[in-house]
């Protein structure tokens, strides 16, 4: 059997090496308030399929 799109597992110390090195390469983290997304509206709902195969 094959994996498929497996992601590497990453530690604390990992991330944090990682966060660090985003901030001092002039990365910057914005913060959104609670109950809002992060991510920019796509414009409307998705496209429901009802039917079924």
């Given at each position: 059997m094959s994996k498929k799109?497996?992601?590497?597992?990453l530690t604390s110390a990992e991330i944090e090496e990682q966060t660090a090195a985003?901030?001092?390469?002039?990365g910057q983290v914005d913060y959104v308030g609670k109950g809002k997304s992060g991510q920019a509206s796509?414009?409307?709902?998705k496209p429901v399929n009802v039917k079924s195969n």
């Open positions: 799109n497996v992601k590497p597992v985003f901030l001092k390469a002039g796509s414009g409307g709902p």
